[in-house]
C-alpha cells in the first residue's frame, strides 16, 4: 500500500510530529512525504533522511508558504489518487487541512489516532478520551 504523509514545517525545518506521522505510515506501507512550502528545499532533504521515506514529493511556491490549507488542500487532494491512505500529524494544522482534503476527495476523515492494528483498523479515543475504540 501506498502512504501519503503531509510534512509540517516553517520552510527552514522540519516539525517533530511529522516524525510521529512517517513512524504510523510505516506501519501502513510505503510512505511518501508531501513538503509543501516556499523555499522549502532543506525541509524535503530532512523528509528524505527519514527511516521509511520511500519518496519525497516538493511543492515549492509562494502560495504554500505559510501552510494555509485552502491552498494545501487541493494540492493533497490532486495527488491523493496514488496513495491508499493520506495522514499528517494530529496538530492545528493537520487538523486544519485535512478535513478540507476528506471533503474534496469526498470520503471520511479518521482523526486522533493512537494506534494502527490493520490497514483498515484503527485505535482512537472517545468519549472525551475515556475510552478507545
Not at 32 to 40: E, H, I, K, P, Q
Not at 69 to 88: R, V
Not at 103 to 119: F, N
Not at 123 to 129: H, K, T, V
Request: proline content about 3%; charged content about 15%.
Amino acid at each position: 500500500m501506498a502512504v501519503l504523509v503531509y510534512a509540517e514545517h516553517d520552510n527552514a525545518a522540519l516539525k517533530a510530529a511529522t516524525l510521529n506521522a512517517v513512524a504510523a505510515a510505516k506501519q501502513l506501507g510505503d510512505v511518501t512525504v508531501l513538503v509543501a512550502g516556499s523555499g522549502c528545499r532543506a525541509v524535503a532533504e530532512a523528509a528524505a533522511k527519514i527511516d521509511g521515506v520511500a519518496k519525497v514529493l516538493i511543492a515549492d511556491d509562494a502560495a504554500y508558504a505559510n501552510e494555509i490549507a485552502e491552498n494545501a488542500a487541493p494540492l493533497i487532494a490532486k495527488l491523493a489518487a496514488g496513495f491508499d491512505h493520506i495522514l499528517a500529524a494530529a496538530t492545528t494544522s493537520g487538523k486544519n487541512v485535512m478535513p478540507r482534503v476528506a471533503a474534496l476527495l469526498d470520503v471520511q476523515q479518521i482523526s486522533d489516532i493512537s494506534a494502527i492494528e490493520g490497514p483498515d483498523t484503527f485505535i482512537r479515543p472517545i468519549y472525551a478520551g475515556n475510552a478507545l475504540a
